[in-house]
């Protein structure tokens, strides 16, 4: 294939929050460079009953993409099928639809029917929602009987998709890294001089939002456990705590691990995240339950390893022993261990080592391969 293809990709971009905004935005970036790509994004994403904060962040334009057209409506069933009217004028070889939650299936549905006979792909961050309800497994089929094809990112999206879609064609790859958070390529001590961190700390990151299938409170158990064997153990909490906060202060206070603890409450904005992953020695993913997760690829942006959980997709791209390890969910005792470990054994540099041997398979150009065997 060498002729240039028109895309029209649907989903998030900034201004909007989040991973999948920057998954969106630098996908376009790596489409680009080889096809014409027609940007669609939301005139409103979520309405506001449903999610009251503010869903859009202004302070760092980096993903920005010049002539997006912040066109859908999710919630004005007139603006599907106009939306729908703009994307056939423009004839693509390939339609790519964001997919992440139930929420949009009639906005999509409506479109995907007003566009049979374009190839649709589903770009799948999650199959079905982390946090079910009533009919959301109805509304993922109906919406994904849609798709021509299809991409997951997890051994549980797999099985998911297949599940409500025996026939689909899909192909499986790992999350492309989150490689443009180093606005300042920062250092060690120059993020820990930022964060008030002194140089023989041993940093433990908890990023992102703070949910209860994320198993932060099994983190903070193997806290004792960790201190008691070293000193100089310090972990930072960064994410937005929602309503759950004061269950999670409450438990710190419980375990005596005020002194190794720092929160960072509330979302981070984008020039913000370097200072955190660069001070840090290593980055922790205690999930109760996962497909994938963008955390993971914004620390091997960083080049820095991860523990996580066995749960979803999480041991794909985290090889144990590799780029760090893979523990049991729900295990604070072998969380601790771990660690321990991981600096007792000086596993720093061999694990950047393996971080930097993966590349190529998470890289954003892999992803673009990927898409063209379908145009």
Request: contains cysteine.
């Amino acid at each position: 294939m060498t002729s240039r293809k028109k895309i029209v990709m649907i989903g998030p971009v900034y201004p909007y929050k989040g991973g999948i905004s920057h998954y969106t935005g630098l996908l376009y970036q790596s489409l680009v460079q080889k096809h014409d790509v027609f940007m669609m994004s939301y005139k409103l994403q979520y309405p506001h009953f449903l999610y009251k904060k503010e869903q859009r962040d202004y302070s760092n334009d980096t993903f920005k993409i010049k002539n997006t057209v912040f066109g859908v409506h999710t919630a004005n069933p007139f603006n599907w099928i106009s939306t729908a009217r703009q994307i056939r004028l423009w004839n693509p070889d390939l339609v790519i639809i964001q997919w992440w939650h139930p929420y949009f299936a009639p906005c999509y549905w409506t479109i995907c029917k007003c566009l049979r006979k374009c190839k649709i792909l589903f770009l799948c961050h999650n199959v079905f929602p982390h946090e079910r309800f009533p009919l959301d497994r109805f509304l993922t089929r109906r919406v994904l009987a849609c798709g021509s094809f299809f991409i997951v990112q997890s051994t549980q999206d797999e099985m998911d998709l297949k599940s409500i879609k025996k026939d689909a064609i899909y192909k499986k790859t790992v999350h492309p890294t989150y490689n443009v958070f180093k606005f300042q390529n920062m250092t060690m001590e120059e993020g820990r001089s930022l964060l008030g961190l002194a140089k023989e700390e041993r940093v433990l990151l908890f990023f992102g939002f703070v949910r209860e299938y994320k198993g932060l409170k099994h983190l903070l158990r193997a806290l004792p456990l960790v201190a008691e064997q070293m000193e100089h153990i310090k972990l930072l909490v960064v994410g937005d705590f929602a309503d759950d906060k004061v269950q999670y202060l409450n438990l710190i206070k419980e375990l005596g691990i005020t002194s190794y603890v720092e929160l960072y409450d509330g979302y981070t904005p984008d020039r913000e995240v370097e200072k955190f992953f660069a001070a840090a020695d290593l980055v922790v993913l205690p999930y109760e339950s996962a497909t994938q997760s963008g955390i993971v690829q914004i620390a091997y942006g960083f080049e820095k390893p991860v523990i996580a959980t066995n749960v979803g997709g999480l041991p794909d791209v985290v090889l144990n022993n590799r780029t760090g390890y893979i523990v049991e969910a729900q295990n604070s005792r072998q969380l601790a261990e771990r660690i321990i470990s991981f600096f007792n054994e000086n596993k720093a540099e061999l694990f950047r080592e393996g971080i930097r041997q993966e590349a190529y398979k998470y890289s954003w150009d892999r992803m673009r391969e990927i898409i063209e065997g379908w145009l």
